[in-house]
């Protein structure tokens, strides 16, 4: 592998990565409980500034949406319908657990990926050129052997 290819296949990795886990970070998971299909708030959703409500933090904000699925499943009295939000929330906070667990396992993979990565190797001319330095050497260093041995 060249040193282009090296580099180009780390830049790919690190590229990659980033693209999946703002991916992950910033989409809404969506869940679909019976036939209905909620969009819940991303993993995000606290970094972004969205405040919570005024009773608490609620996936469902859009009334219309508990309503179409109160209609759905008859759920006349308002106990149930406020059970069923709760069920709804419980659902999203696992689903953004998911994508937490996915982007953990993300990171993982991709920086094994980029170390394990193995390093190109050096010109086959460059070794020539320090094989050749190096028999130099030892020439050398064996005439001056051979000179100290005389003198002695």
């Given amino acids: 592998m060249t040193k282009k290819a090296f580099v180009t296949v780390r ?7 980033l693209f999946v886990l703002g991916w992950l970070f910033l989409s809404r998971p969506s869940i679909n409980p019976g036939l209905s299909d909620f969009k819940c708030q991303p993993v995000a959703w606290n970094y972004l500034g969205t405040p919570y409500g005024m009773y608490g933090f609620f996936d469902i904000e859009d009334g219309d949406m508990m ?11 308002e106990k149930d319908r406020a059970e069923a939000r ?9 689903a953004r657990e998911d994508r937490r ?24 001319t460059a070794s020539k ?5 190096s028999k130099e050497i030892e020439t050398t260093s064996k005439g001056l052997a051979d000179e100290e041995n ?3």
């Fill in 11 to 17: 830049v790919l990795i690190v590229a990659f990565t």
């Fill in 67 to 77: 309503d179409e699925f109160a209609a759905k499943y008859t759920i006349d009295n």
């Fill in 86 to 94: 709760l069920n709804i929330t419980a659902a999203c906070n696992l």
């Fill in 101 to 124: 667990l996915y982007m953990i396992l993300l990171t993982v993979v991709a920086a094994t990926a980029f170390i394990t990565l193995p390093k190109p190797k050096q010109k086959q």
């Fill in 129 to 133: 050129a320090e094989e050749t330095t």
């Fill in 150 to 152: 005389k003198e002695n």
